[in-house]
């Protein structure tokens, strides 16, 4: 539990980014969204991070806000303190009864402190290149390898992941261990050395700032939200403006436009580097 007396709820007097808080104008964008690269059939989206991150959770989010009403496909759990995602598995988001948004998930087995533990970052960077199949068990001990039944051998430009992104509680970004922060660097070099663009989304903002709980329209006015994205950009080494913070839905039952917005505002980023990528490869 986070102790919201120690760390404070300051803020400052003006936003430090600005969002347009209409939710309609991202709404209208996401279902008019197609790629312009006529190889793929989705933009897709992997992302990664610690175990316990908030990856499904944010897969949910979306499905939730796209809905209009609280969704949960992605499976979540938050107690086992080991990574809940076990299988490379793509998720797509309907648009309407035979129809689905022009982008897709892929949620991916967290990272973990220990050695042979959480996802193998060889196996992410095979998931960036397209080699692994839709459904394959992640084995934290051994590495997929061609001729394996869950690696594909020739991805098409469809197959591999368009644009990276790194998922964390915005309260353990002081927290993160060495092995698991070194696990993501590799990863985030890897996507560089492919082109590959790379955003991430600092989770949970409302459990770290109480001023976020109450108003979530004061998520980018918060003095300890901006020191987390800014420690988190000397960590990884990730532009400010590439770190988006986001409360994702979990035991909301009812939706909130504002931070539908919020939501709405990492995932159009999302697509718009993703279709950079697209369109030059």
Known sequence: MFDFTAMGGALFSQPWRNLSWNKQ???DFMRTYQPQNQEVNHLRILLHGPVGAGKSSFINSVDSVLQGRIMGRALTDAISGTSFTRKYKTYKIHKGPDDFYSFVFNDIMGFEK???AGVLEEDVELALRGHVKD???????????EGDEGYRSSPTLDDKVHVLVCVLPVGSV?????EVVKKMREVRLAASDMGIPQLAILTKVDEACPKTKKNIKDVYRSKYLKEQVDTFHMLLGLPQDCIFLVKNYGTDAIMNDDNDVVILNALRQMITFGEDFLNNP
Not at 174 to 178: C, E, F, G, Q, V
């Open 25 to 27: 104008e991202d709404l």
């Open 114 to 116: 220990d050695t042979n």
């Open 135 to 145: 459904g394959y068990k992640f084995c934290p001990s051994q590495k997929l390898t």
């Open 174 to 178: 002081s927290l993160l261990s060495k």
